[in-house]
């Protein structure tokens, strides 16, 4: 047997749902990376794109073929990429502090693709880098920044930016320390935001014409429901609850924001869980991203698995298709 084979036995975990009991299985599929993010399901293409931050790269797994590309970002540590909507090959995504264009076809790695720098954010201050971003339900591009420099990071410097559809940045949150976990209801009138160090999931009313954002409320405390380490990526599934990857918590959790309630816990082979996205023809596959920065090297031998790419199966769950950003 090969160690994937091995592994898929050892993390076939029994649980119970309710009164029936159900399998999941937690396959790893690619890394392992330093810093993996940013998982995006393209629905055209079937295939999974993610980026490693750090390394500057994005990239595209196919699960038909198991076959990894990658492109290379040179402007500074990417932190998200999104497809553009009717546009081939081409992505939206935050490097250092520029908001780019980048043409890219995945079907092979290109080292140097062809880059357009669409604006630049935190012109007011150094050491700061873009994090998590999303397309919000109008297709505009949300990202968030944070302060962070050769590793180091610090609290108070970030801030949360929604982009028109000409790449100008508006202010929406500011000021963050480390901006993640954007989703949105179904009903397109509820954001769901995280703040990592603030250890909580929080709600805003959310105006799908004006994009603004109001009322903010918190859904879940880690601190109240005795959880370890810090909420990272988020997605939401078809039934409007929250999945939320637990940073140096090595779980993602799913909660039901109206109850606030913490409704299921799936327990990953890596401590530092970064996000989450629901991937596969039928959505119903939880890709999982995680990083195996600023482990000693004991734990990535506790850890063989830190800072690779999973997809869970068997949830019984499903997710809906990821917006693309309608940038000009
Ligand atoms: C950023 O760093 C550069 C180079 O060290 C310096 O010239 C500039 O004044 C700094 N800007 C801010 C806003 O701190
Ligand atoms: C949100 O806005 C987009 C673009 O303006 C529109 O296509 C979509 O139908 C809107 N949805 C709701 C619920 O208002
Ligand atoms: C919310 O927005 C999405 C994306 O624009 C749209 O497909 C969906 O129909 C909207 N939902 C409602 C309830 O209008």
Excluded at 304 to 323: K, N
């Amino acid at each position: 047997m090969d160690y994937q084979t091995i592994l898929h036995l050892f993390l076939t975990i029994s649980f119970v749902i309710g009164r029936s009991s159900q399998q999941i299985s937690i396959e790893p599929i690619a890394g392992p990376y330093t810093l993996s993010e940013g998982p995006y399901w393209d629905k055209e293409n079937n295939v999974l794109y993610f980026v490693d931050i750090p390394k500057q790269n994005i990239y595209c797994f196919n699960p038909e073929t198991k076959h990894i590309t990658h492109t290379h970002l040179s402007l500074g540590p990417v932190g998200v990429a999104v497809p553009k909507a009717g546009k081939p090959n081409t992505f939206i995504a935050g490097s250092g502090t520029k908001l780019v264009q980048v043409l890219w076809d995945p079907k092979s790695d290109n080292l140097n693709p062809t880059v357009k720098v669409l604006a630049t954010v935190d012109v007011d201050r150094n050491g700061t880098r873009f994090n998590d971003g999303k397309v919000d339900p109008a297709g505009r591009f949300w990202a968030g920044t944070m302060g962070e420099k050769n590793g180091v990071i610090t609290n108070g410097q970030g801030t949360l930016y929604r982009f028109d559809n000409n790449g100008t940045p508006t202010k929406i949150l500011s000021p963050v320390s480390i901006s993640n976990g954007l989703t949105w209801n179904h009903n397109n009138d509820t954001f769901y935001y995280i703040d990592s160090p603030t250890r909580e999931i929080v709600s805003y009313n959310y105006n799908n014409i004006t994009g603004d954002i109001s009322n903010k409320c918190t859904v879940f405390s880690l601190e109240e429901n005795n959880i370890p380490g810090a909420p990272d990526g988020m997605t939401i599934d078809k039934a409007d609850n929250l999945w939320i990857a637990i940073y140096n918590g090595g779980r993602v959790i799913q909660v039901e924001p109206k109850s606030g309630k913490l409704l299921r816990t799936v327990n990953l082979p890596a401590a530092e869980i970064t996000s989450v996205a629901f991937g596969g023809s039928n959505f119903d596959v939880l890709y999982v991203t995680s990083a195996s920065q600023s482990l000693t090297e004991e734990q990535l031998k506790e850890q063989p698995y830190a800072g690779y790419v999973f997809a869970v199966h068997g949830l019984g769950v499903s997710g809906e298709e990821m917006l693309a950003s309608k940038m000009n």
